[in-house]
């Protein structure tokens, strides 16, 4: 994930779908939390999400791998790597990306909600045929269903899904809201 992937990343997250992904995602969050509730952006990529968040009353940070990514979060002291510190986490087309999903999952603490988007198929031999078949990019693919079990079986509780990205624009992207239970 370096400065092709981070051009890339930029990319996708401006323009006229981003603008109203992100406008779904902030009316996301509203429905689930207080205003001002802080929040944890996992994988924040150009900081678009962020700074919506922000504008929309949220107290927003983020983290990131990607090197110019640390380095504005840094800089505009909005860096942290303490997904427990948060009422929420968002992972806006990050847990495909994860060796290990569970692992961060396990950091959030009860009561805190996840916010979350992902490629979801309907059949899940389609994958090859997919656009978001990317091996060694994407480890892991999931329908919604199996998604919402694979969170029920390390101990979330589903909130809501909602279909707000495809109706920005995107193709077969799901987003979904859980809260930890105790």
Known sequence: YGEDYFAKVCAYESGEVARAVNAG???MLARHL???????????????????????????QGFD???????????TGSYSEDPSAF????????????EDPAELLAQVTPGQRV??????FSDLRCIRESRH??????????????????MLSRGFELLEKSDHEVSAGRDSIGAFAFRRGA
């Open 65 to 75: 791998v990607i090197d110019e990514t640390v380095r504005w979060l840094k800089a």
């Open 133 to 150: 078949y990317r091996p060694g990019e994407h480890l892991y693919y999931w329908t919604s269903a199996g998604f919402v079990a694979w």
């Open 34 to 60: 207080t205003r001002g509730a802080s929040v944890l952006d996992w994988g924040a990529g150009s900081g678009a999400f962020i700074r919506a968040a922000r504008e929309s009353g949220f107290e927003a």
């Open 115 to 120: 916010f979350v988007s992902i490629p979801v």
């Open 87 to 98: 009422e929420a986490l968002t992972l806006w087309d990050v847990l495909e990306h994860l």
């Open 25 to 27: 995602r902030c009316r």
